[in-house]
């Protein structure tokens, strides 16, 4: 099937620290969408990004979609304890039907 | 921002029972509505799209007869567990984008706060 997968599965990361964290798909992207869910909460929209090459930034969360569309990657500059949670890509299609990654579930150590 | 909700939060029903879930888009109308299923630390996995006005289409290996979707208004689907049993035990949320698909840009998504299910 057209599967997202994402690495790693868990980010252990020192407060303060930097860590990115990896989507890949066999397949080329239309697009490419990340979510961010926290401890018994439900996905938060983050941002999309649809052009090749394509990079963007919010605060400390840096975005970056492949020049072959098959792969993008988040971030985290500077870990605080309220960048605790999963962290989800999802490949958009027809009809606004998203995919999901496995996630990235991140734990902060302070 | 749009702002989608849920209703029940959570619920506990016994094995054979049946349960609805309301799923609502309080500022938007929504055409489509999209069902997941979430287990304990596992990814959101694509249960079903509702449509207004017409059937639900179903993800591969979803039962529709145990998974009874309803979109009778542009503000509201739901979706009737019939029948479960402790192996549906699980966080069910809904989502719906604010908007049409056009060109390459796929809506984002906005979610409910979930529905915790546990059959006993």
């Known amino acids: 099937g057209q599967q997202v997968m994402q690495i790693p599965q868990y980010q252990h990361v020192q407060e303060g620290e930097d860590f990115t964290t990896y989507c890949n798909s066999s397949?080329?992207?239309?697009?490419i969408q990340w979510y961010k869910q926290r401890p018994g909460g439900h996905p938060v929209f983050l941002i999309q990004?649809?052009?090749?090459?394509e990079v963007k930034k919010q605060k400390r969360l840096t975005f970056q979609f492949g020049e072959a569309k098959k792969n993008s990657s988040l971030h985290i500059t500077a870990t605080q304890t309220t960048d605790v949670g999963t962290y989800f890509c999802a490949r958009g299609a027809a009809g606004n039907k998203l995919t999901f990654g496995g996630g990235t579930r991140v734990l902060v150590k302070p | 921002g749009a702002v989608v909700s849920q209703h029940p939060s959570w619920v506990i029903c016994k094995s054979g029972t049946s349960v609805k879930i309301e799923c609502r888009s309080l500022?938007?109308?929504?055409?489509?509505m999209f069902w997941y299923r979430q287990f304990p630390k596992q990814s959101l996995m694509l249960m079903a799209t509702?449509?207004?006005?017409?059937?639900?289409?179903?993800e591969q290996g979803v039962e529709k007869d145990k998974f009874l979707i309803n979109h009778a208004s542009l503000t509201l689907s739901t979706l009737t567990v019939t029948s479960a049993h402790p192996e549906d035990s699980s966080f069910y949320i809904c989502?719906?984008?604010?908007?049409?698909?056009?060109?390459?840009?796929?809506?984002?998504?906005?979610f409910g706060p979930g529905t915790r299910l546990t059959v006993t």
């Open positions: 500022d938007f109308q929504a055409t489509t």
């Open positions: 397949t080329t992207l239309s697009n």
């Open positions: 990004l649809v052009k090749s090459g």
């Open positions: 509702s449509n207004e006005g017409s059937k639900a289409t179903y």
């Open positions: 989502s719906a984008p604010k908007g049409v698909r056009t060109g390459t840009r796929t809506y984002e998504q906005y």
